[in-house]
């Protein structure tokens, strides 16, 4: 092995892994006005049980109120909503209604004390297991209860997720970007060539996760 390499710089250590998610987090008890807050230090954690974390510094409002309430959603960022996701990112719900400024519809989760946003395709229903302090953020470790999808990405013949047809949109280094082009399947690099990569086997609902999660 090289000792290292010549045409890399080394950086001083950062959170330099991009893309990340950009999700919309909804919280707040059903007696409260809901607030959003947008997070992208944000990830699947384990796939049964199905668990997810999000970090968030102490001092945003939405810290409070998640700590409480030990509930919140997570709702799909879209191009639709990539402007409301930014602007829920630089406003406190200490001063505003989010939801109303930016138009967004709250609406009940089923299984969790929290609101979602009847806007977004694809919602996270998550109840808090534990919080680990880490340093400048507060990482919320939690649990999926129930997961939410607009019908207008199911395909209606195979009952299955039409997942680019939800405009996913991720972030990395300061700005927002489309997802693209699929280049292969989960595994594709182990199977016989048949052609060229096409997009992903659709999910059927009800399975709970695809075939070959992680
Ligand atoms: C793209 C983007 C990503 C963000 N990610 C996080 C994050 O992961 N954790 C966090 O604490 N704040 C994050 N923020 C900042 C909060 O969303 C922001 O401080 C917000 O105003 C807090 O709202 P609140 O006071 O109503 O809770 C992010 C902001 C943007 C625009």
Same mark, same amino acid.
């Given at each position: 092995m090289k000792p290292s390499t010549p045409t890399h710089q080394t950086w001083k250590p950062?959170?330099?892994?991009?893309p990340v998610p950009v999700v919309l987090v909804g919280c707040g008890a059903r007696d409260e006005k809901p607030n959003l807050i947008t997070v992208a230090w944000a990830g699947i954690v384990c796939s049964d049980p199905p668990m997810l974390s999000v970090s968030i510094r102490p001092e945003r409002h939405s810290h409070g109120i998640i700590s409480r309430t030990r509930a919140f959603t997570v709702n799909q960022v879209t191009r639709d909503l990539v402007r409301a996701a930014d602007w829920c990112g630089v406003k406190s719900g200490r001063l505003v209604d989010k939801f109303r400024e930016m138009g967004l519809t709250p609406v009940r989760a089923s299984r969790v004390d929290a609101p979602l946003?009847?806007?977004?395709p694809m919602q996270l229903e998550c109840r808090v297991e534990a919080i680990h302090r880490l340093g400048t953020h507060d990482l919320f470790l939690a649990e999926i209860l129930a997961v939410n999808v607009d019908? $207008?990405?199911?395909? $209606?013949?195979?009952?299955?997720? $039409? !997942?680019?047809?939800?405009?996913p949109v991720c972030f990395g280094h300061g700005a927002y970007y489309a997802l693209g082009e699929?280049?292969?399947? !989960?595994?594709h690099s182990v199977r016989?060539?048949?052609g060229p990569p096409g997009p992903r086997r659709p999910i059927p609902p009800g399975r709970g996760r695809p075939e070959a999660a992680p």
């Open positions: 950062g959170t330099l892994l991009y946003v009847a806007q977004s019908e $207008r990405h199911i395909d $209606r013949h195979s009952g299955a997720l $039409r !997942f680019p047809g939800t405009q699929c280049l292969g399947t !989960f595994g016989k060539a048949k």
